[in-house]
């Protein structure tokens, strides 16, 4: 799921619910595969949508599994608007179109911001499929014919979560660490780049002993697909065009390597998926219906303007992401003066990554 918060200021209450009843009707007009439910297809084994083209009951939909939204409001007048939805059918960008989209239709006449593209068929295998490259990013399993996609399992232990703050000057330390013995053909140090590295180096050594030096720690760096096919997606396009970009390495090697090692490493991952390289991922999980490899995947917030969307009630006051089960992802976005990295992790990894954190972003005068 893709969980979300927005926090507004003071307003009437009533208005509240009027202005979110009546936006959600009007764009989930849209939006009407949102009110299919998933049936898993025979003969291929993948997912489908199966839509009936019933009236959509908005009130209905918001429990479904779809798409979940909620409203809490305060004593102070102010209130939260909460939506949780299913990553299967959106990706970070998609619901940031639906979100802008649903600002809108909460005004009386004003037209969507954008015009979703819902066609799926753009993100298809080709015929027949063939994958072309080694794919590190998906587990390598032999699945019985017919049986459908793999699916996580996120219940079980129980996670703690913290948010890990990092300054403009603990950044600024970090990119300085970076490019100690960087490769001159590496691509610009983004604040993603260091950030990311940090937190999988986090991840590596929380449960680093002895007896696991060889054990390998993947990180996925999630990538948009829009502007990487020939032809290239619409900016429009609404669904699920991320890929997992993997670097792998041992956590003897991560204890031992310089942290511009990690850099460059997270940095060179995006740069293999080309064209050719996600639509041989595209037909590899056509074939062999191959899960992502997760231990460790980092989202970026950073560029996300759920921020900027202006309601009738005005802008939020915050917008971020929510606590999530999926102990495998941590989510960047920004704050006052640097960004926020939130991290859920088992008890003990998260008591134990606390120094690895510590000791990689403190700075020294």
Known sequence: MFPLSIFSKPTLIFLQKLWLKMALERVLVHYDFLAGRFKLNPQSGRLEIDCNSAELVSWWLLQSVRLMSWVTSFKCGGFSIGMSMNHVLLDSVSAQIFIENLATQAFYDKPLAIIPCNDRHLLAARSPPHGEFP?????????????????????????????????????????????????????????????????????????????????????????????????????????????????????????????????????????????????????????????????????????????????PWGKPVHSGPVVSHMKEACWIFPDVDGVNALVSLPAKEMKDSWPAFVSSSTIHH
């Open 135 to 311: 794919h590190p990013e998906l587990f390598e399993l032999d699945l019985p014919a017919g049986m459908g996609p793999l699916v996580l399992n996120f219940k079980g232990e129980e996670s703690d979560y913290t948010v890990f703050s990092l300054t403009s000057d603990a950044i600024n330390y970090l990119k300085d660490k970076a490019t100690e013995s960087i490769s001159s053909t590496t691509s610009k140090i983004t604040v993603f780049s260091v950030v990311a590295a940090l937190m999988w180096r986090c991840k590596a050594l929380s449960n680093y002993t002895e007896h696991n030096k060889a054990r390998v720690s993947t990180l996925l760096n999630v990538v948009d697909l829009r502007s990487r096919l020939n032809p290239p997606l619409p900016n429009s396009y609404c669904g699920n065009a991320i890929l997992g970009a993997a670097s792998s390495a041992t956590c003897e090697d991560i204890e031992k390597w310089p942290f511009s090692r990690m850099v460059e490493m997270v940095v060179e991952a995006p740069e293999r998926v080309t064209d050719e390289y996600a639509k041989s991922v595209i037909d590899c999980l056509e074939i062999n219906k191959r899960p992502l490899r997760v231990e460790y995947m980092v989202n970026s917030w950073l560029r996300m303007r759920f921020g900027e969307v202006v309601y």
